[in-house]
Each structure stands twice: as C-alpha cells, then as structure tokens.
C-alpha cells in the first residue's frame, strides 16, 4: 500500500488511542509521535486520556487523507495523515500531547522543541515518555507471567483482544487458558495469531 490513502467521506473514522487510528477497517499508526498510552497519567494529569481526546476533536467528522510509509511488525500501517490542511501528528506534537518519536523518525523535533519551551502538555508536568513508560510496565509484569510471556490474550463477547502491560485492564484481565485464553511474548505474535489491540472509544 503506497499511494495516498483517500477514503470515501463516508469511510467510517474511529479512533483507537492518541497516536492511532482506523479508517474504514485499516489500523493507521502516526509516523513521527508517540503519544501517552491511554492508561497512562503524567503526574496528577491524565495525559493518556487527554490524548486521545485531542485526536478526535483533530479528526473531528473528517475522513483524514493518509500518506503510507510503510508498515510496523503489528499489522498497521505507518503513515502521515491530513485533515483540513492540518498534518494531524505535528499538530499533537505542536499541542504537547506527543513525543516526537525519533527513534524511527525526527520529522516533528522542531513541534517537539516549541512545545517543550512553552511547558505545553506533557511538558507542564511530570511525564514518562511513552516507550520507556511501556519498557517499565513490561518489566514489571515479567516478574509475574508464565515462562516470559506477559501479554494477556483474553476472548469475550468483543472478540479476541490482547492486553499488553501497560493497558489499564492488566491486572483486571483473568487468563483461562481451557478457553482458549493464552499468554503471548509480544504484540506481534498476538496480531499473527488473531489478536487485536483494546479500543478506547
């Protein structure tokens, strides 16, 4: 998938957390950020949450216009997406409520730098970037799971969802494993093997 993404004004938009989004069934990742996972707080603020709330009032009603990059080992599509004129991953990078994501592109330091000197977002307070916030729940829950693996595939009347470490709904998630229910070592393989990511919304 190269060309520009142009889905119909009718496609349906959802979107699944602050840096990702489906268009009509394609799970689209923002080239360039990293947002804060849902669950995640910076400080006594719910920058997770607020996130995802600003992705959607940036997306709005709108279907965005989407320029693939390539793909991640996750079965979603890298790209960079427009709505109204607005490159929607600067603008969170702009608004601090994303990291630039420079281990895989420096495409949005300079929204970053702006938004570090003006203390907006997730620079006002006291915040984990997004991958080492991850990196500290996976350890965390490596102590616990079986044979190495902590990734939670749980089955319910939505399907097959996996729940990584850093989901809020770990802890609550229960693995039956006479269900059909089963641990995974990474999102990869959970994708591979039929799993989705939750949806916040």
Known sequence: MVALLTAAASAETRIVDGDTLDVDGIRIRLNGIDAPEFGQDCGNWQCGKAALAELVELVGNVTPACKPLGEDGYGRIIATCVVGGRDIG?????????????????????EEALARASGLGIWGYDSLPAWDYRAKKWESALQAAPTG????????????????????????????TSKGERWFCSEAEAVAAGWRAPSWR
């Open 149 to 176: 693996c902590p990734i939670k595939g749980n089955i319910s009347g939505n399907g097959k969802i996996y729940h990584a470490p850093w989901s809020p709904w770990y802890a609550k998630t229960r693995i039956d």
């Open 90 to 110: 600067k603008e969170m990078a702009r608004q601090g409520l994303a990291w630039a994501f420079v281990k895989y592109s420096d495409v949005y330091m300079p």
